[in-house]
C-alpha cells in the first residue's frame, strides 16, 4: 500500500483518536474495575467523589499526573525511562487495524492480525525493560518472569488465532467480521469452541491479569517490574494495562464473536459491547480466584495449552483439506 | 543491591561480603554462596502481615535458606510486668496478640490466680470461655481472608471481615473494645453478659455455619488453591517438636495436642468437642484444620451460650490495688489460636512480679519457617509463611 | 507414669544435682530437675529421645546467678517439666541446645539480648529482638539491691537450702576447651 497523503492523515487521525480512547478506556476501567471488585467484595466501592463516585477516576488521573517521579539510586536511566513509552507507543499501533465497525477502520491492511500479533510482542520488551533497569531485585525477579511467562502464552495464542484463519482463509480482520452472522450461533466461537478457550486462557495471561499476574505478583514481588515506578511512569504502565486488555478483548470480539455482527442493528456499538463484556470477564476472575504458582503457569501452558492448540489447529487443517 | 544493571549484564552476581545492606543482610551474606541473590522481603512487605523481615538467598525463583529477622515490634512486655502490679499488667496482655487477645488475658490472669489460690466463680469461668472462643474465632477467621490474600485471591479477606465485624461487635457489649481486649480480671471477669450480648452469639452461630457452607465453595474447593496448598510445606510432628511448634500447625501435622482438652483449664471439661485432626500436614492441612477449628469453637460457643450459669462474675474479695501475690513459681498455658500461650510467673512476694516469662507460640512456629522454606519457590515460601498464621508483636512482644 | 521414671532415672544418670516430681494440676509441672551446667545437654538429650519438645527458656536473675529454666512439653502427653541450671554471674555461659532442639536458637538468642547471657555452640549468635546496635544494659538485668535470693521464690523442686551438690553448679561454665563460638 502506498503512503499516500490520505493514508498518512488518517493514520494521524486515528492514533489521536486511539489514545483519545485508550485514556477514555483507562478512566472507565478504572471506575468499573473498582465498582465491580467492590460489589465483588460485597462493600460500595468509590462513592465519594462525584455522584457514586463517578470522578474518582479522573481525581486518580489527575493524582498520578502531579505526582513526584521519584527515581531510585544507582537506576540505569535511560532505560529506566524508555520502559514505560515501549509500553505505551507500541499500543498506539496495535489499534489501527481493528475494525470497530463496518466503516469505522484506522488502517485496512490485509495483514491486520500479523500487524497486531507483531507489535503486542513488544510489551515483553517494555517489561523486561523496567525490571532490569530499576536497580530492584523484585524488579528483576518480576522482569523474568514477564518474559518466561509472555513468550510461553504467545504460541498457543498464536496457534488459536491461526486455526481460525485456516478455516476462514483470512488475515483480514474485516473480512472475518463479515464472515461471521449476526446471531451467536453464526460466530466463529461455535465452530472453534477449543480455540476460543484457549485464546481466552492466553489473553489473561498476555495481559498479566490475576489469576495469571506473576510478573507483578503483590503479595511475592510487591509489585513485580514496576516496583519503582511512580507518578507518570506507572501511569503509562497502567494505561497500557488497560489497553492491552481492551485489545485482545477487541480481538477475542472479532475472531470468535462476530464483530461488529448483531442480531439486529449491525455497528460499531456491538464490537464494543462484545469487548466489554469479555473486560468486565477479565475483571470478575480478578476478584474471584487465587494467583496461579509459576511453575504451574508454565506447566498449563507448555502442557496443556500448546498440546491442545496444536491439536486443534491439526483437525482445523484436516476438515478444511477435507472440506475443500 | 548496588549497581545491578551494568556490572555484568548476564548475570546477577552477590560475592559474599559485598553486600551492601545492614547488619542482619551482611550477616546473612557471610554464608551465602557466590552467584546467588539475597532477597529482603520486609519489614514492610505485602506479605509479612506487619513488620515481620525475611531474608532470603534465592536462586531464581528457588529459595535456597531463608532467616526471619525480628525485632522491629519489640516492645519489651516482660519489662514492663516486672515493673508493673499484676492488675496494671493486664493491659498489655491484650497488645500482645491483637488477633487473640483474650488467650492472653486468660493465660495472665489464670497464672496469678494459681498462685494466689484465687477461684473464679463459675459464671465468670463459663464466660472466659465463651468470649475467648469468640475470640479464637474471628482470630482464625482474620487468618483466613489474609492467607488466601497471600496467595493472591484479594477478595475472601473483606468476607473475613465482615464475619470479623459481627465478632466484635458482639465482644465489644462485654468487654469494651474491638481489638486489644483487655477482659478478664483476677478472680473474674469485668462485666457480666446481658441478653443483647447472648442473642446476638445465638444469632451468629447459624449465620457463621452458613458462611462457612459458602467459602468451602467458593475458596476451598477452588482448583488453583489446592494445586498452591497440596503437598506444600510439609512439617511433620517431629519437626514440630524439634522447633517446639504447637497449634493448628502442630494439629495439621497429625498429633492431636490441644491443651484445651489435655490439660483442661476453665470450663473446656464440661464441652464436647474434639481437636481437629485428621488432615495432611502440608499448608492445605494447616488451612483445613483452622476451617475445623472454627466450626470446632462454634460448638463451644453453642453449648456455653446455653450452659451460661447465673450466679456473679467476680469473686467475693476481689485482689485490691495493695494485693501481693505469695512468693513461688506458676506456669500456666492456655491453647490460644496459633499455639500454646505461656505464662511462666516468679514472684518474690512483692507487689510486682519477680519475673514474668511470656512464652509466644507465633515465636517457636516462625522458627521453623527457615527449615520449611528451604528450597522451595518463593510463592510457596509466602504460602508456607501464611500458613504459620504469624501475629507479629506477639512474636516480637 | 513410666516415662516419666525413665526419664528421672536418665537425668540421674546425666548427673542431675535434684530431680523432683510435682503436681501437675498445683504446679503445672510434672517433673523437673536441677542439673550442673556441663550434665544440661545430656539431661535434654533424654528428653529429645523421650520425645518432648522445648517450649521456652526463661532466664532468671537471682543473687546467687542466672537461673536458667528450660520448658519442655511432651505431645504425647499431657504434661510439662523443667530443667534448670545455675550460671555464675562472672561466667555467665551455657551450652545451646540447638544441635539438639533447633527451636532452641531464637530462644537462647532472646535470652542473650534480655541478659547477657551467652550460649556457647549457638550457630547464628547475633541479637533476635533488640537492635544490632543496641547499647545498654541488657534490659531484663535488675538493680544488684533488688535480686532475691534462690530460697526467696519458693521456686518448684529447687531446694531451700543448698546443699553440697550446689557448689558444682556455681562454678565456672561447661564450655569445652577451645571453644570460641
Known amino acids: 500500500m502506498a503512503l499516500s497523503l490520505a493514508v498518512f492523515v488518517q493514520i494521524i487521525v486515528a492514533v489521536l483518536l486511539v489514545i483519545g480512547l485508550m485514556v477514555g478506556n483507562a478512566v472507565v476501567m478504572v471506575y468499573v474495575e473498582r465498582k465491580a471488585c467492590g460489589f465483588i467484595q460485597r462493600r460500595p466501592g468509590p462513592f465519594e467523589v462525584g455522584p457514586r463516585g463517578l470522578l474518582q477516576a479522573v481525581c486518580d488521573s489527575m493524582k498520578l499526573l502531579g505526582k513526584q517521579i521519584f527515581v531510585p539510586g544507582n537506576i540505569d536511566w535511560p532505560l529506566h525511562f524508555l520502559a514505560p513509552v515501549v509500553a505505551f507507543l507500541p499500543v498506539l499501533l496495535l489499534y489501527l487495524p481493528i475494525p470497530f465497525g463496518p466503516y469505522l477502520t484506522s488502517l485496512q491492511v490485509d495483514d491486520g492480525i500479523l500487524l497486531i500479533l507483531a507489535f503486542a510482542g513488544l510489551g515483553a520488551v517494555s517489561n523486561i525493560l523496567a525490571g532490569w533497569s530499576s536497580n530492584n531485585k523484585y524488579g528483576l525477579l518480576g522482569a523474568a518472569r514477564a518474559v518466561a511467562q509472555s513468550v510461553a502464552y504467545e504460541i498457543p495464542m498464536i496457534m488459536a488465532l491461526l486455526a481460525v484463519i485456516f478455516m476462514t482463509g483470512t488475515m483480514n480482520l474485516t473480512t472475518l467480521v463479515e464472515g461471521q452472522g449476526g446471531w451467536p450461533w453464526q460466530w466463529n466461537i461455535v465452530r472453534q469452541p477449543l480455540a476460543c478457550f484457549i485464546y481466552v486462557v492466553c489473553l489473561v495471561a498476555e495481559t498479566n491479569r490475576a489469576p495469571f499476574d506473576l510478573p507483578e505478583a503483590e503479595s511475592e514481588l510487591t509489585a513485580g517490574f514496576h516496583t519503582e515506578y511512580s507518578g507518570m511512569g506507572f501511569a503509562l504502565f497502567f494505561l497500557s494495562e488497560y489497553a492491552n486488555m481492551l485489545l485482545v478483548s477487541f480481538v477475542c470480539a472479532v475472531f470468535f464473536l462476530g464483530g461488529w455482527r448483531g442480531p439486529f442493528l449491525d455497528g460499531f456499538w456491538w464490537t464494543f459491547a462484545k469487548a466489554y463484556a469479555i473486560m468486565f470477564f477479565i475483571v470478575w476472575i480478578r476478584w474471584t480466584f487465587p494467583r496461579v504458582r509459576f511453575d504451574q503457569l508454565l506447566n498449563l501452558n507448555w502442557k496443556w495449552l500448546l498440546p491442545l492448540s496444536i491439536l486443534n489447529l491439526w483437525l482445523t487443517a484436516v476438515v478444511v483439506k477435507l472440506a475443500n | 543491591m548496588s549497581g545491578l544493571g551494568f556490572i555484568n549484564p548476564f548475570g546477577v552476581r552477590e560475592l559474599p561480603g559485598t553486600t551492601t545492606g545492614d547488619f542482619y543482610t551482611a550477616n546473612f551474606a557471610q554464608k551465602a554462596q557466590p552467584g546467588r541473590v539475597i532477597l529482603n522481603l520486609g519489614p514492610q512487605h505485602p506479605s509479612t502481615h506487619g513488620v515481620l523481615r525475611i531474608l532470603a538467598e534465592m536462586e531464581g525463583e528457588y529459595v535456597w535458606r531463608a532467616e526471619p529477622v525480628l525485632g522491629y515490634l519489640h516492645r519489651m512486655h516482660e519489662r514492663m510486668a516486672e515493673v508493673k502490679t499484676p492488675q496494671q499488667f493486664l493491659p498489655n496482655m491484650g497488645r500482645v496478640d491483637y488477633l487473640h487477645p483474650l488467650a492472653w488475658n486468660w493465660a495472665y490472669v489464670g497464672a496469678v490466680e494459681k498462685l494466689a489460690g484465687l477461684e473464679p466463680p463459675e459464671r465468670a469461668q463459663w464466660l472466659r470461655t465463651l468470649s475467648c472462643e469468640l475470640n479464637r474465632i474471628s482470630s482464625h477467621l482474620l487468618w483466613w481472608g489474609a492467607f488466601v490474600m497471600d496467595l493472591g485471591g484479594v477478595t475472601p479477606i473483606l468476607y473475613a471481615f465482615e464475619e470479623r465485624e459481627k465478632i466484635n461487635d458482639i465482644l465489644q457489649i462485654i468487654t469494651g473494645s474491638r481489638l486489644t481486649m483487655s477482659y478478664f480480671r483476677l478472680g473474674g471477669v469485668c462485666a457480666d453478659a446481658d441478653d443483647r450480648f447472648l442473642a446476638l452469639t445465638r444469632e451468629f452461630v447459624p449465620y457463621l455455619r452458613e458462611r462457612l457452607k459458602m467459602y468451602r465453595g467458593l475458596v476451598t474447593d477452588n482448583v488453583i488453591l489446592r494445586r498452591r496448598l497440596e503437598g506444600v510445606g510439609p512439617i511433620d510432628v517431629d519437626m514440630c517438636r524439634r522447633y517446639g511448634a504447637t497449634g493448628p500447625v502442630l494439629r495439621a501435622a497429625g498429633s492431636p495436642n490441644d491443651l484445651r482438652r489435655d490439660v483442661p483449664y476453665g470450663t473446656y471439661p464440661q464441652h464436647d468437642f474434639w481437636p481437629a485432626t485428621g488432615f495432611p500436614d502440608d499448608c492445605f492441612g494447616r488451612y483445613l484444620v483452622r476451617l475445623a477449628e472454627i466450626e470446632s469453637s462454634l460448638d463451644i460457643v453453642e453449648q456455653a451460650v446455653r450452659g451460661l450459669p447465673p450466679g456473679p462474675i467476680m469473686v467475693d474479695k476481689p485482689p485490691k490495688a495493695n494485693f501481693k501475690m505469695p512468693a513461688g513459681e506458676t506456669y500456666f498455658a492456655v491453647e490460644g489460636a496459633r499455639g500454646q500461650v505461656g505464662v511462666h510467673l516468679v514472684s518474690d512476694g512483692g507487689k510486682n512480679p519477680y519475673r514474668v516469662k511470656l512464652r509466644a507460640p507465633g515465636f517457636s512456629n516462625l522458627s521453623l519457617f527457615a527449615e520449611a522454606a528451604q528450597g522451595t519457590l518463593l510463592a510457596d515460601a509466602v504460602a508456607i509463611l501464611g500458613s504459620l498464621d504469624l501475629v507479629i508483636p506477639e512474636i516480637d512482644r | ?181
Not at chain 3, 26 to 52: C, F, H, Q, W
Not at chain 3, 64 to 90: I, K, Q
Not at chain 3, 147 to 158: D, I, N, T
Open chain 3, 1 to 181: 507414669m513410666t516415662v516419666l521414671d525413665n526419664l528421672a532415672a536418665d537425668w540421674k544418670k546425666c548427673g542431675a544435682c535434684v530431680v523432683s516430681r510435682h503436681d501437675f494440676r498445683k504446679d503445672g509441672l510434672t517433673l523437673s530437675a536441677v542439673t550442673p551446667t556441663k550434665a544440661l545437654k545430656a539431661a535434654a538429650e533424654a528428653l529429645l529421645r523421650a520425645g518432648y519438645a522445648l517450649l521456652d527458656v526463661s532466664v532468671m536473675e537471682v543473687r546467687e546467678g542466672f537461673l536458667a529454666t528450660y520448658h519442655f512439653d511432651s505431645f504425647a502427653e499431657a504434661g510439662r517439666t523443667a530443667l534448670r541450671t545455675l550460671v555464675p554471674f562472672e561466667a555467665p555461659e551455657l551450652p545451646s541446645l540447638s544441635g539438639l532442639f533447633q527451636g532452641a536458637e531464637w530462644h537462647e538468642r532472646e535470652c542473650s539480648d534480655f541478659f547477657g547471657v551467652r550460649f556457647f555452640g549457638n550457630p547464628n549468635p547475633v541479637p533476635l529482638l533488640l537492635p544490632d546496635d543496641f547499647d545498654g544494659p541488657p534490659p531484663l538485668r535488675k538493680d544488684p539491691a533488688a535480686l532475691a535470693p534462690l530460697s526467696a521464690l519458693g521456686l518448684f523442686g529447687v531446694p531451700e537450702i543448698l546443699d553440697p551438690a550446689w557448689a558444682e553448679l556455681i562454678g565456672p561454665g561447661g564450655r569445652p576447651k577451645g571453644d570460641r563460638a
